[in-house]
């Protein structure tokens, strides 16, 4: 689960996916960006590992069938960008479940809710 602490001793929980196995993380980072609707670049290393993805080297153009799904939320480490997000899915079915490539996954309807609460700046601590 997410929890985004709201003050007064309350949280809003939220479902979500998570890493698959080799792609756990945990640590904190700060939400650094905030888009709607983001355009997803498969990292090198995925296309590798998924050749079919190279057709979206360029971008895949923001949208219902997108892998960020509706929102997404750059995390940052001190070293900078960590490559992870928390992100909508279009794969309702995944979440619950470990199986993503290291990022948090949510439905999109609770990524737009997230994405309405959070702040960019707001300190991500994963477990």
């Given at each position: 689960h997410l929890y985004l602490v709201t003050g007064n001793g309350r949280a809003v929980r939220y479902g979500i996916g998570v890493g698959r196995e080799g792609f756990e993380w945990k640590g904190s980072a700060r939400i650094a960006l905030k888009r709607e609707w983001p355009v997803w670049t498969p990292p090198a290393a995925m296309i590798k590992r998924r050749p079919?993805?190279?057709k979206w080297r360029g971008g895949m153009p923001g949208g219902p069938d997108n892998a960020l799904g509706a929102r997404a939320m750059y995390l940052f480490n001190k070293r900078g960008d960590s490559g992870y997000r928390i992100?909508?899915?279009?794969?309702?079915?995944?979440i619950g479940k470990a199986m993503s490539s290291g990022c948090i996954r949510?439905?999109?309807?609770?990524?737009?809710?997230?994405?309405?609460?959070?702040?960019v700046g707001a300190k991500v601590i994963v477990r």
């Open positions: 079919d993805l190279a992100h909508g899915t279009p794969e309702w079915w995944s949510l439905l999109n309807q609770d990524v737009i809710d997230l994405y309405d609460r959070a702040e």
